[in-house]
């Protein structure tokens, strides 16, 4: 092996001592040099970091190697593999995922990790001519009633060109949409873009204090309802603060009230459960479900960039948290790759309750319902339902047909058995 992603080294070496003999300030200047002779300007930063990449693998596996006594050499060897394997493993998910523990995997369970986008379950699994179900905040919620299924109340609609939802009133100018909220409006309530993903433009407000015509957000910012309507629904609808071109309007909707038991493990926070749902020929079955909370002042639950947020394993079948992780902080992690998916807690850091082993309330209900659901939608066999908990039992927020692959450090890959069955039941004629 001559070139392998942990550096170059000589065949019958290991790779301790190459790794000590790789000086990052030489290696720095040599890429340097060489994007200046080779590439454009424009291409020299992405050449110097996709190197210093390498290096900072380098780091990581010479960390790896002192905490686990994993050689070099058999981390490099295990990361071809699996690079060569079905999931496509890329060396940085080797180190995210941990799956140089001997001792938690084994070779064929570190085999159903996956580094593919989510595209790949999206295009081989749904039909395209149905996602505008899912991409749709309002059509979600129009299925949703006529599934009879619980869902939060729409309060109105925010949208230039007149869109309408039933009798919720629609709203198409700033000064309509300052009017309502001052004399309107029901608090508290959240909004959100009617199209878009990731919490990209959500808002969540507390109550108006109409004496001085300024609404209280949920972390205690107050704020102006005319900058409020300029900060959230027309800038989103103007194409700002959003994470598509389209423009369907801007929804603002009752804020879920959840279960005690949930309320009080996330300290009044919003957060939801994800269950992943595989619709075959032989009907709906739960495949995964993982439940997020948010923490500080987050007032979405998404554990992406530096959010912090929380990120949970749940067992299907019986509703339990198996483990916790706690995504990357305002400060990153400690070293490039480890971490990167989370690091296991046992606690929630604001409100300090244990969540490792909790069971979830109206556990058989909630599957019930998700399944009864899925049922009527055929044309999107890989469904990721967002489902929050309310005191009288679930509420569904959205349908996606992008849920992203649901793998968490220390449990199962995706391509476990079960879904290797259920693509080549869709492939067989």
């Known amino acids: 092996m001559r070139q392998n992603v942990l550096g170059r080294v000589r065949r019958g070496s290991d790779l301790p001592g190459a790794a000590r003999e790789l000086d990052p300030q030489r290696i720095v200047a040599r890429v340097a040099d060489r994007s200046r002779r080779r590439l454009p300007r424009r291409l020299r930063k992405l050449a110097l970091r996709k190197r210093l990449g390498k290096l900072s693998l380098v780091k990581t596996a010479l960390v790896v190697r002192q905490r686990t006594g994993k050689s070099l050499l058999s981390q490099a060897r295990e990361i071809v593999a699996l690079l060569r394997g079905p999931g496509y493993l890329r060396p940085f998910d080797y180190y995210a995922y941990e799956l140089f523990d001997d001792r938690r995997y084994s070779f064929a369970e570190k085999q159903e990790f996956v580094s593919w986008s989510y595209k790949v379950l999206m295009t081989k699994l749904n039909d395209p001519e149905w996602t505008a179900i899912c991409d749709d905040k309002l059509v979600s919620y129009a299925l949703f009633r006529g599934l009879g299924l619980p869902h939060p109340e729409v309060y109105a609609v925010y949208q230039p060109g007149g869109r309408t939802f039933g009798s919720v009133p629609c709203l198409r100018t700033p000064e309509e949409m300052a009017a309502f909220l001052r004399s309107g409006m029901r608090f508290p309530f959240f909004g959100k873009p009617v199209r878009d993903w990731r919490g990209g433009g959500a808002s969540s407000v507390d109550r108006i204090d109409r004496d001085r015509d300024v609404l209280v957000l949920s972390g205690g910012e107050e704020i102006r309802v005319e900058d409020y309507v300029r900060r959230w629904p027309v800038a989103c609808c103007a194409g700002q603060k959003r994470r598509t071109q389209r423009l369907p309007g801007y929804l603002l909707q009752e804020r879920v009230v959840q279960h005690p038991l949930i ?73 490039n790759a480890l971490g990167h998916y989370g690091t296991p807690i046992e606690v929630h850091p604001d409100t300090r309750e244990r969540l490792t082993d909790v069971q979830l309330p109206e556990w058989n209900r909630t599957v019930a319902l998700c399944l009864h659901a899925a049922a009527a939608i055929p044309g999107i066999r890989y469904q990721s339902w967002d489902i929050a908990m309310g005191p009288d039992g679930p509420l569904f927020l959205e349908l996606n047909h992008h849920g992203g692959i649901l793998q968490v450090p220390g449990c199962r890959g995706l391509n476990d058995p079960e879904l290797r069955q259920f693509m080549a039941s869709i492939a067989s004629p």
């Open 263 to 335: 309320e009080r493990l996330a300290g009044g926070r919003v957060c939801t459960l994800r269950l992943v749902v595989l619709l075959g020929s032989d009907g709906p079955r739960l495949f995964r479900v993982s439940w997020k909370l948010p923490v500080g002042k987050n007032i979405t639950d998404h554990v992406i960039d530096t959010s912090g947020n929380i990120k949970c394993s749940i067992d299907p079948a019986t509703g339990r948290v198996e483990r916790v992780l706690r995504g990357l902080g305002p400060q990153g992690t400690e070293i």
